[in-house]
């Protein structure tokens, strides 16, 4: 069976597993990246779609940040939307002038790969991650299916970036891990269509029906969302019914009209928080959606995996130049520290903006009260701008 060498083997080429190997090798630490799926596959999967300002730092600072420059749509507000009238949260002037951009995750996933590919460090395909061992031991090794062979990738650390459904999770000895989670009993349905956005901040709008929330890839490229069942049947979504019904959850009382156009992509997202602890056992590290998972409102599930990987980059980087491992050691504590405020906002903010369905008329003017408290209040706006822009990612 084939078998080879490197310092960090990496489990994922999705936005963890890419920054990742983007920061060693620019600091001239070697790594694999092992994907199961193909390069057309993670490129054109449509997924986030909000960078926080510190990930677009991020960007820049491993040298792949001029697209997203380019083409990403700088954002300094949010619309809140309930009762039919509209509250803009400034998010810039909350923030001591930080920013967000709009730019999809899979241009993010492109960027990296190409930077990669172009200098001719190893990122291979459709190859399959079967098993992680070794995790107790200063050699892990990853075994992985590659056009038909076998292969093992024998490494100093392994990093698992194989989001939720990977194989590093469950890698970890199950009594050493903890698990917290909760399932939401709503989806979320998400449509993509070439319709120039209706408005030019995003809107995350709570109305009796269900959250919905409007947001744009380009200036000719919408992406909406609307609050559905878990388990909702797409076919029972023909495209009429989907913007009538984003259009009564999005009405306000200024006469605001969608612009409609062609729906290029559906799709149907279940909504869950989940935490996994501790982050790294032995020579075994967690990142991104392999360790934590978030409900979509807010956007935090792309900009928590690039945090975890500014932790964790640091930590390599110190061990391989100075031998140190302190980073190492406290990379599951620090990381989890940032995880479980991004968690607790993710949360706050998807029970604050949605219809439950087990909620009593009460409870629905609790939700009210709260958003038309955090409307007019200087304290409360700036709680909801300095979470949505990024906490520190330290
Ligand atoms: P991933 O992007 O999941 O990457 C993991 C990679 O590992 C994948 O490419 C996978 O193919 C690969 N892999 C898995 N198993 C193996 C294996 N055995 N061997 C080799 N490779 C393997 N977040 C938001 O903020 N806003 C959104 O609107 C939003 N929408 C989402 C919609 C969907 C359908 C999903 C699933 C997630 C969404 N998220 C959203 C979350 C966000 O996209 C994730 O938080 C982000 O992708 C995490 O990056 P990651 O690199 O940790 O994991
Ligand atoms: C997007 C997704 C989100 O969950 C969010 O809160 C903001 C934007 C998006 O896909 O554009």
Same mark, same amino acid.
């Given at each position: 069976m084939p078998a080879t060498r490197t310092q960090v083997g990496i489990v994922g080429a999705g936005p963890a597993g890419l920054l990742l190997g983007q920061v060693l090798a620019n600091a001239g630490i070697d790594s694999v990246v092992i994907e199961a799926q193909s390069r057309a596959y993670v490129e054109s999967r449509v997924r986030a779609g909000l960078m926080e300002h510190d990930a677009c730092q991020q960007m820049r600072d491993a040298g792949v940040g001029a697209r997203m420059d380019r083409e990403g749509l700088v954002h300094e507000g949010i619309i809140l939307r309930f009762g039919g009238t509209s509250h803009r949260i400034p998010l810039t002037e909350l923030s001591g002038g930080r920013q967000v951009r709009v730019y999809g995750q899979q241009e993010v996933v492109k960027d990296l790969i190409a930077a990669r590919l172009a200098a001719g460090l190893p990122l291979h395909f459709e190859a399959h991650g079967t098993s992680i061992t070794g995790i107790d031991t200063p050699r892990p090794v990853i075994a992985y299916r590659h056009q038909g062979q076998d292969h093992q990738l024998e490494c100093d650390i392994v990093a698992g970036c194989d989001g939720f459904h990977g194989i590093s999770r469950a890698a970890m000895p199950a009594d050493v891990l903890k698990v917290f989670e909760r399932v939401y009993p709503f989806g979320w349905l998400g449509i993509l269509a070439d319709a120039a956005p209706a408005s030019h901040e995003l809107i995350y709008a709570s109305h009796d029906h269900g959250f919905s929330l409007l947001s744009m890839r380009s200036p000719t490229v919408s992406r909406l969302y609307l609050q559905c069942a878990p388990d909702e049947d797409l076919s029972e979504w023909p495209d009429s019914r989907i913007w009538d019904e984003l259009e009564?959850?999005?009405?306000?009382?200024?006469?605001?009209?969608?612009?409609?156009?062609?729906?290029?992509?559906?799709? *149907?997202? %279940?909504?869950?928080?989940?935490?996994?602890?501790? &982050?790294?056992?032995?020579?075994?590290?967690? @990142? #991104?959606? /392999?360790?934590? *998972?978030? %409900?979509?409102?807010?956007?935090?599930?792309?900009? &928590?995996?690039?945090?975890?990987?500014?932790? @964790? #980059?640091? /930590?390599?980087?110190?061990?391989?130049?100075?031998?140190?491992?302190?980073?190492?050691?406290?990379?599951?504590?620090?990381?989890?520290?940032?995880?479980?405020?991004?968690?607790?906002?993710?949360?706050?903010?998807?029970?604050?903006?949605?219809?439950?369905?087990?909620?009593?008329?009460?409870?629905?003017?609790?939700?009210?009260?709260?958003?038309?408290?955090?409307?007019?209040?200087?304290?409360?706006?700036?709680?909801?701008?300095?979470?949505?822009?990024?906490l520190p990612l330290l």
């Open positions: 009564t959850r999005l009405a306000d009382d200024q006469g605001f009209r969608l612009t409609r156009g062609p729906i290029t992509q559906k799709g *149907i997202t %279940p909504l869950r928080s989940f935490v996994a602890e501790p &982050l790294r056992h032995g020579t075994l590290f967690l @990142l #991104g959606d /392999a360790a934590h *998972i978030v %409900p979509p409102t807010g956007a935090k599930g792309l900009n &928590l995996a690039f945090a975890d990987v500014h932790v @964790l #980059g640091h /930590a390599l980087i110190d061990r391989y130049r100075t031998g140190s491992n302190a980073g190492l050691d406290t990379y599951s504590a620090t990381a989890l520290r940032r995880v479980w405020k991004a968690e607790r906002f993710s949360w706050w903010l998807t029970t604050l903006m949605h219809r439950f369905d087990s909620h009593s008329p009460f409870e629905r003017r609790m939700q009210l009260a709260e958003l038309d408290y955090l409307t007019t209040s200087r304290a409360g706006m700036t709680t909801i701008a300095e979470n949505y822009v990024g």
